[in-house]
């Protein structure tokens, strides 16, 4: 079948860079998975992202903005899926170092699983003026029994010197932490925003929190964990459990996140491609990144 010229897909978008005097935007694939405390195929992850681009336009509708005015460059796939918990922060830090160089006003880092989250800010961010606010289910403090795992990146985060009173953790579920890990971001500063209280008002609570950080922070980074939705919206999520956000509340907070000016960075993770159902869960990822996309391109 032919292609409707005056219906441009974003697949094509992407491939082809947009408009050369917009905004900036990369785009980077992490395809981690070896690093998940759980089996996971999250490194099939990025690809899959691509291919369903073919299903969206390039128009936000409800922003009025369409993501041809950006000047995109996707990246590729940095070399990392056979990464493991021993040597994947520096191979992801050493594969972002041209990422980093081309100085977009944003990047999207699609993962992979929750374990690309520190490295890239590490590679993409000076730490010492940065901010993290994470769409989550969970806090992701494990201890290091296991190594650097995908449950580990804000632990690591703080211990790497990023403060706690830095941190906004949005949408943390009803039973999937243990007391001891709230205990560790209570005592450290770190704001939590349980799913309850963000039900239903996300946008809002992103993007106050972003202000707030914004406040003593130069540059943010904002973690767009999907397995904070409702199980029922991501079979493709193996963190997901009942009780989550619904995927247009997520897609709020990663519109807020692209049209926030301080935020450089945000990552799209946890999804396992290998294991969807009918590609819903990597529609959702997919469409995290055109709402981070759209979001910049509103951007005042």
């Given at each position: 079948?032919?292609e409707?010229?005056l ?9 082809g ?5 917009g ?17 996971s195929?999250?490194d ?27 000047a ?12 493991t ?35 890239a ?17 969970h ?10 795992t ?15 009173d830095?941190v ?6 009803d ?20 799913v ?8 809002a ?9 914004a ?24 963190g ?31 999804v396992?491609?290998?294991a ?13 990144l055109?709402?981070?996309a ?6 005042r």
């Amino acid at each position: 079948m032919s292609e409707d010229p005056l219906w441009p897909r974003a697949a094509a978008w992407l491939a082809g860079g947009g408009h050369r005097g917009g905004r900036s935007l990369g785009v980077v694939g992490v395809p981690l998975s070896r690093t998940s405390i759980s089996p996971s195929g999250a490194d099939t992850t990025p690809a899959a992202v691509r291919a369903a681009l073919r299903r969206f336009s390039t128009l936000h509708a409800s922003l009025d903005v369409d993501l041809e005015t950006l000047a995109v460059t996707d990246h590729g796939d940095l070399d990392v899926a056979d990464a493991t918990v021993t040597d994947h922060l520096s191979r992801v830090e050493q594969g972002l170092i041209p990422v980093a160089a081309a100085r977009h006003e944003l990047v999207v880092v699609l993962g992979g699983d929750n374990a690309v989250t520190r490295p890239a800010l590490r590679a993409l961010m000076p730490l010492a003026s940065s901010g993290l606010l994470t769409l989550d289910a969970h806090h992701d403090v494990r201890g290091f029994h296991a190594g650097a795992t995908n449950g580990t990146p804000v632990r690591g985060l703080v211990e790497d010197g990023l403060r706690g009173d830095h941190v906004v953790q949005v949408g943390i579920g009803d039973l999937t932490n243990s007391r001891a890990y709230r205990d560790w971001c209570e005592d450290r500063g770190v704001t939590l925003v349980g799913v309850g209280a963000a039900r239903g008002r996300v946008g809002a609570v992103v993007r106050e929190h972003l202000d707030r950080l914004a406040e003593t922070c130069e540059h943010l980074y904002v973690d767009l964990d999907v397995d904070v939705l409702d199980a029922s919206f991501a079979p493709g999520c193996p963190g997901a459990r009942p009780g989550g956000l619904a995927p247009w509340e997520l897609l709020e907070a990663a519109v807020e996140a692209g049209r926030h000016p301080a935020v450089r960075v945000v990552d799209v993770t946890e999804v396992d491609a290998s294991a969807d159902v009918g590609g819903v869960t990597v529609d959702v990822a997919a469409q995290c990144l055109l709402s981070a996309a759209a979001g910049l391109a509103a951007r005042r």
